[in-house]
Structure formats: C-alpha cells, structure tokens
C-alpha cells in the first residue's frame, strides 16, 4: 500500500516482496549489503540484465523499515527531477465589500514550489532506490555528491526556505545500474562512484536460480531443475550474444504452466516455448542460418537435460 505526501510524490510502505526466495546466497549478499549502509555508506548494485538488482534493492529497503522513495534513471533528467522546481502557480484573491458600493479586488499571483523525490527523502529520512542511476545524465547527478558526503543538500534560493536542506539521519540511498557496455548507460562519474559501495552480481548459483523459478511458476522443483540445466548450459554453449537470465526462464515456466504442459522432451509445446523464449533471447542476429544454429543448439539441450 501506498501514501501520498502533499506534493503529490508516492511513497512506497517498506514491506517484504511476495515471493521473494532468501537462499543463502541471497542472504549473504544482503548481510553484507546491510552492514554497509549501518555503517553509513550508500550501496550500488551493479550486474548485467536479470541479476535480480532492483529485487534485491527493494528486499534490502523492506530490511531498513522505512518508507521508500523509488526514482528510475532517464536520459531527459535534469537536476530539478530530483530535487524539486517551480511548477504551476498559486493565486490568491482577495475581495473587499466593505463599502456597500465600493467593490475592490487584490489578485496575487507566485509561481509554487513542489519538492522533488529526492529532497523529500532527504527530508524525512527516507530509504531512497535510484534505479538505473547511470541512464540519467551525470550532470543530473551531481546534486548527489553532497548528499552522500556532506549530508547536505544545495537547494535553489527560488524555494522560498534555506537554500540547504540538512540531510535526515535515517536517509539511505540504494543504487543499481547496467554495465557501461550497455545501450543508453552513461560512465558514471568518478567522484559519486567513489562515494558508495559497489556489489558486482552475476547469475544466481543453480540452487537459487532452481528456487526461484519454483515460486514463480509454481512447478515442482525437478520440473524446474530441468528449465535450469536447459537455461545455464545455453549460456555456457558459446552461441549467446546475450547471456539468457532467470527473466527468460521464468517466462519458460510461467507459460508452460499456462498452457498445462510437462518439461519433457517429448512435449512439441514445452519444445516450441524453449525455442520461442531463449533463441529471441540470446541474440539480436535475425538471419535464418544464424537462428537455425541456435534452435540446434536448443533442441540438443532439451534431449540431454529432458
């Protein structure tokens, strides 16, 4: 459930995700996570696409117990997207009838402030998730350098207050981003990367990845193991130009329990959903040979593994 504060901004009530598996790996990875942030450092997380990064971010933010704040990365961001401008205006009219035959009117109108994500979670000690923080600009950015150093936050003269706001105690800030490598990501700069904490994550161990698929999809858990083999050895075969994550297998699974079939290799239907879901995953190529050399490589591996 959620709440509005005046300015209209959504603030997320911080409480654990449905379904969310907590294998060991999982927990180690937020124990040390934690104890980063409780010792008053920001944390990043950092992988390729399907890594579970805003999972874990916003598992991490239920842990805090606060409110969350979410924002996610966009190249047309400015610095007013986080902490707030001048939108709309405020009127204010007054009428006097004091005389019977004398009307006077006073009309006043100011442009209004509106705090923007960041500052109110400045404010009120909010847990803040910058998802995808390096497909914004890192001009954007840079109002974050004194956020996490400082604990303060610069702030035009135009919002009518302090032109600093004093950041609460109980402020968190949560990163995730993409490798540089990826279409639309920034470099982010050196002097906000050197004011958090960067966690690498790669794809879940098999334990994890088996148990994840479990609750999403609802098969058993050899049904499950085998999607994993298929998925895991597709990935090491050499004939991904991108490296399938847990998304496509649990689309595997998802749509396999949809449509009732089994995890069998006798099965055309959980045949046709492998090909359909890890061939269009795997590569942007879209010429016949080269999608024929990847159905091949998939069929060989739904006969070994089913």
């Known amino acids: 459930m959620a709440f509005e504060l005046e300015e209209a901004i959504t603030v997320l009530e911080p409480r654990p995700l449905s379904h969310f598996v907590e294998t060991d790996e999982v927990k180690k990875i937020t124990e040390r996570a934690l104890a980063y942030i409780d ?23 239920s842990k805090l117990g606060r409110p969350v704040m979410m924002i996610h990365g966009d190249d047309e961001f400015s610095s007013s997207d986080l902490i707030g401008g001048e939108y709309g205006y405020r009127m204010r009219k007054v009428v006097d009838n004091f005389i019977h035959s004398v009307l006077k009117t006073e009309e006043d109108m100011q442009r209004r402030w509106v705090d923007n994500r960041l500052t109110v979670a400045c404010k009120y000690g909010f847990t803040l998730i910058y998802d995808e923080f390096t497909r914004s600009r890192p001009e954007a950015n840079n109002t ?15 919002r009518g207050e302090e032109n600093y706001l004093k950041v609460d105690p109980n402020f968190t800030a949560i990163f995730t981003s993409n490798p540089e490598e990826y279409a639309g990501v920034y470099r982010t700069q050196d002097a906000l990367r050197d004011r958090m904490i960067t966690i690498d994550l790669d ?12 609750a999403k999809s609802g098969l058993s858990k050899k049904e499950s193991a085998k999607i994993i083999d298929i998925v895991r050895a597709f990935r090491e075969s050499g004939k991904c130009e991108y490296m399938p994550s847990i998304r496509s297998a649990i689309m595997v699974a998802k749509t396999l329990k949809v449509r009732k079939g089994a995890v069998s290799k006798d099965n055309p239907i959980f045949r046709e959903i492998v090909l359909d879901i890890l061939a269009s995953a795997a590569s942007r190529i879209s010429s016949k040979t080269h999608q024929n050399k990847v159905r091949q490589t998939l069929n060989g591996l739904i006969d070994k593994y089913c």
């Open 39 to 61: 010792a008053g450092f920001p944390v990043h997380f950092r992988g390729t696409s399907g890594t579970g990064k805003t999972t874990l971010a916003m598992h991490l933010a």
């Open 144 to 158: 974050l350098l004194s956020v996490l150093q400082e604990k303060m936050l610069d702030l035009p003269n135009v």
């Open 203 to 214: 794809h879940f161990n098999k334990e994890t990845e088996i148990a994840i698929i479990q």
